[in-house]
């Protein structure tokens, strides 16, 4: 069987949540690991699990990056890591599936299902290896995990929405 790795180059994980009741904040996790068991071409019997590290953070404003990684978000220090494992599979369409599994934010687990799109496999022309590439979406309630801080706005609302969308890209090296 083929050994499955993550291209770090290549993969992402990204989110938005709703700001000031009126736009989005964005950001990303910049240090992701994926542990892949199983074929590419039949994610029906696969299984993943993904490592994210907290303290990874990015939304390009360093006074945001520090308030999410303290204990009134994520509390990096004594929570170092998101995972998400995998518990089935199940296929949609050609190239569509729902991934199900346990999500764990702040010592806090939930079951969350995300779509994954298949957008393929194709030869390196670089190093010769055959990659797969995936998109995955989804939302999560940032409170189902303890992330509650907020802050009253003067013109009504909260600060920081509860929904946040998830989107991630990743490609796979496939080796023989």
Do not use: C
Not at 11 to 17: I, R
Not at 39 to 61: F, P
Not at 67 to 75: E, I, P, T
Not at 95 to 113: A, F, K, M, P, Q
């Amino acid at each position: 069987m083929a050994t499955v790795q993550l291209d770090k180059v290549h993969s992402a994980v990204y989110f938005t949540v709703k700001h000031m009741m009126v736009s989005k904040a964005k950001g990303e996790f910049q240090n992701v690991d994926i542990e892949f068991n199983g074929d590419v071409n039949h994610l029906e019997d696969a299984s993943v699990k993904a490592i994210v590290d907290v303290s990874s953070i990015e939304t390009n404003n360093e006074d945001r990056n520090g308030h999410l990684k303290s204990a009134d978000f994520f509390d990096a220090e004594n929570h170092p890591n998101i995972v998400f494992e995998s518990k089935s599979v199940k296929k949609v369409s050609d190239s569509e599936y729902e991934v199900t599994g346990d999500l764990t934010i702040r010592g806090t687990t939930n079951e969350e299902t995300f779509k994954v799109v298949h957008n393929g496999i194709a030869k390196d022309p670089m190093g010769g290896n055959m990659v797969a590439g995936f998109d995955v979406e989804g939302k999560i309630n940032r409170e189902d995990y303890g992330l509650t801080w907020n802050a009253a706005l003067e013109t009504g609302g909260v600060l920081i929405g509860k929904e946040v969308n998830i989107n991630a890209a990743f490609e796979f090296v496939i080796e023989e």
